[in-house]
């Protein structure tokens, strides 16, 4: 009995020793929805900190959205510090131009392991199926706006990750204030797209309040970018028009010629993605923000294109879906609380965003072609 009682006494002393690993403690369980995933309260070290002078290690989902993100991060974070990701495989000049791996946001251990394996600090969530095609596959929508987002909340508090996750116009509805739309009002979208953003807003707020996680939205405009084919949703008309324009002179637009929206050339988008992100946590008073640099209907967007290319033929073919869905968005943005709270300030224009496109796509190449 002496020498089970000896015994003990070691090894209560071992465990208590300073120099042994093996030192216990009672550690309070944060659990995370319903899912049998808990993280300690003390789960620092499942993430790196970084000072000042150190870039952050970023994970982007959905390549396709987002690739000249992708270049302008890897310009100030270092190449091999942005990550992209998505399901399919990528084109050559996206693969070699930096880190690409495969991500299913419906996978909740393919996520863990990409943030641990690659000690991910930042992420980017632009995996999102948009309005129309959204409407066309609710189910998916549902699946990949929803459940997609419920994976990538719980793993960025898990391992303390700054998220990124973008809301849209298509947030608000038709019973929200249209000329202008305010930071905060009432919202009640009616596609899944618009209904899904909301929920990301909401849902991020919560766990930033909950949890602590450093949870950063913007409600993005319509985007206008000459790196990226429509992708159905319903400002893509402001994107068309300028391929349809070089390619044959010709545009059918699909929504009413006096249907103003928000709209934003995608440098200032880029822009305004990374300066909120970059912006310290105390300048912050809310976590989702509008931003906004101009709106526009097609008419007048048309007008426009015509100093560039004046014989070309548009048609107004109207899709009753799309227009429906652009009647319920507003008509501006009132983004005056992203300009005081992080200096949030817009450089294109509507007559740049035009010439800019043109310079990019090859206006010349078309005009050579009809003289």
Not at 288 to 313: D, G, R
Not at 319 to 342: K, L, T
Request: hydrophobic residues 40%; aromatic residues 10%; glycine residues 6%.
């Amino acid at each position: 009995m002496a020498i089970v009682k000896n015994l003990g006494r070691t090894l209560s002393q071992l465990l208590q020793s300073p120099g042994c690993g093996c030192q216990t403690s009672i550690v309070p369980v944060r659990c995370i929805g319903v899912s049998p995933r808990q993280v300690t309260s003390d789960a620092s070290f499942h993430s790196v900190s970084f000072s000042e002078t150190d870039h952050p290690r970023v994970l982007i989902t959905e390549y396709k959205l987002i690739v000249p993100c992708a270049f302008l991060f890897r310009k100030r974070f270092g190449r091999n510090n942005v990550i992209l990701s998505d399901i399919r495989k990528p084109p050559d000049d996206v693969f070699y131009n930096g880190p690409f791996i495969y991500s299913d946001i419906l996978d909740y251990k393919n996520l863990c392991e990409i943030v641990v394996n690659n000690r991910i600090t930042w992420l980017f969530h632009y995996s999102a199926l948009l309005s129309a095609v959204g409407e066309a596959n609710v189910p998916l929508a549902r699946a990949v706006n929803i459940t997609g987002l419920h994976n990538i909340l719980d793993i960025a508090a898990e391992h303390s990750l700054r998220l990124f996750v973008p809301s849209t116009i298509g947030a608000f509805g038709p019973t929200s204030p249209r000329n202008p739309a305010p930071d905060l009002c009432i919202q009640r979208p009616r596609t899944i797209y618009g209904v899904s953003k909301v929920h990301a807003e909401l849902m991020g707020e919560y766990y930033h309040y909950r949890y602590g996680l450093d949870f950063r939205c913007l409600r993005y405009p319509g985007i206008i970018s000459a790196d990226s084919q429509p992708g159905g949703g319903t400002t893509d008309y402001a994107v068309q028009i300028f391929h349809d324009a070089i390619k044959n002179g010709k545009f059918q637009c699909n929504l009413k010629s006096d249907t103003r929206l928000p709209m934003m050339y995608i440098d200032d988008c880029l822009k305004a993605t990374l300066d909120v992100m970059e912006a310290p946590a105390a300048s912050l008073s809310m976590r989702t923000y509008n931003i906004s640099a101009m709106s526009f209907s097609p008419e007048e967007l048309v007008q426009e294109v015509k100093k560039h290319i004046p014989e070309l033929q548009v048609t107004y073919t109207v899709d009753a879906v799309r227009q429906a869905i652009a009647d319920s968005w507003p008509m501006n943005f009132d983004d005056s609380n992203a300009r005081r709270d992080w200096g949030w300030k817009h450089d294109f224009d509507l007559s740049e965003l035009v010439t800019t496109m043109f310079n990019i796509l090859g206006s010349d190449s078309r005009v050579a072609q009809i003289n």
